[in-house]
């Protein structure tokens, strides 16, 4: 039996490097984590979000402790130890998010705690990656929505994540930060739109991007656009853009039950690469 939470430890220091190496081995499935680590590891600030298991030069496991629950590299015996550290502390995380099996060995310590402030379940989320060139739909004029768009580009991304998330993210303060963030994406040229008359139809971020990958959050059509091919046309020409602007290689990940947007995605060429699992507080 593991010591609660005996060997997990703030990540610091020399561990830092090691840590990189570790989530880089499987940057597919580690973007939207690894991406906060390289992130945190420019500014020197590691400790706050992330803890380690094994050695500084051997790690056998990260967990990310921000927005997000996540471990990265963990074994069998690191998702358990990590899952321990857990079930006695507060929880400050929005949701646990990670490789479905992996998920599922570190909540299971974790449940008896925390499953009273579960919202949902999303055990079965498709992974997918888009490693073939697409094949060639209609030309939507799909482009990267620039500075000065941001009034036209926020209520379209409210609307997802108000429809992906079940939650509003302008409780609170209004939507300054989730206007901040929305900033942030168009500024660094990774919001992607097919715009007419100032109206957006389609809109699409890449929301993390790590070693090799930039994962595609926050795909969004309007009512009343979809079931028109909208959608698989732009995500075939978003595929080739974010190639040429970002990364090489685009995944994302779609709930199970999302039949419209998986068949878009497989008409834009991409396939499934792995399962990833959501649990919303």
Same mark, same amino acid.
């Given at each position: ?10 990540? +610091? ?53 921000? *927005? ?28 646990? *998010?990670?490789? +479905? ?14 499953? %009273? ?28 929505? +620039? ?11 409210? $609307? ?13 303060? %209004? ?10 994406? /168009?500024?660094?040229?990774?919001? &992607? ?14 929301? $993390? /991007? ?8 926050? *795909? ?15 995500? $075939?020409?978003? *595929? ?6 970002? $990364?090489?290689?685009?995944?994302? &990940? ?24 959501? /649990?919303?507080?």
């Amino acid at each position: 039996m593991f010591r609660r939470g005996g060997r997990v430890r703030p990540l +610091r220091g020399a561990a830092v490097d090691p840590a990189l190496s570790l989530a880089l081995e499987e940057p597919v499935l580690n973007t939207l984590g690894g991406a906060r680590l390289a992130e945190l590891a420019r500014a020197g600030s590691t400790a706050a979000e992330f803890s380690v298991l094994g050695e500084d030069d051997a790690p056998e496991g990260l967990l990310w402790h921000g *927005v997000n629950l996540s471990p990265l590299g963990a074994g069998p015996e690191a998702l358990e130890e990590f899952g321990r550290h857990l079930a006695g502390r507060s929880r400050r995380s929005s949701s646990v *998010v990670g490789p +479905r099996q992996a998920v599922e060995a570190m909540w299971a310590p974790m449940a008896p705690t925390w499953a %009273g402030q579960v919202r949902e379940y999303r055990w079965s989320q498709p992974l997918l990656v888009a490693d073939e060139t697409p094949a060639a739909l209609a030309d939507v004029g799909l482009r990267r929505a +620039r500075p000065g768009e941001e009034s036209a580009v926020f209520p379209a991304a409210v $609307a997802m994540f108000r429809e992906e998330v079940g939650a509003d993210p302008t409780r609170g303060d %209004g939507g300054r930060s989730y206007g901040n963030r929305v900033t942030e994406l /168009i500024r660094a040229g990774r919001t &992607y739109v097919v715009m007419h008359d100032g109206l957006v139809l389609f809109k699409a971020d890449v929301g $993390a /991007i790590f070693g090799p990958v930039a994962q595609v959050h926050g *795909v969004w059509v309007r009512p009343g656009h979809r079931s028109r091919g909208l959608g698989r046309a732009a995500m $075939a020409q978003l *595929v080739s853009q974010v190639r040429a602007d970002l $990364a090489p290689q685009v995944s994302l &990940y779609v709930n199970d039950f999302n039949e419209p947007a998986r068949r878009a995605y497989a008409a834009a060429g991409f396939h499934e690469a792995g399962e990833l699992s959501t /649990i919303l507080f």
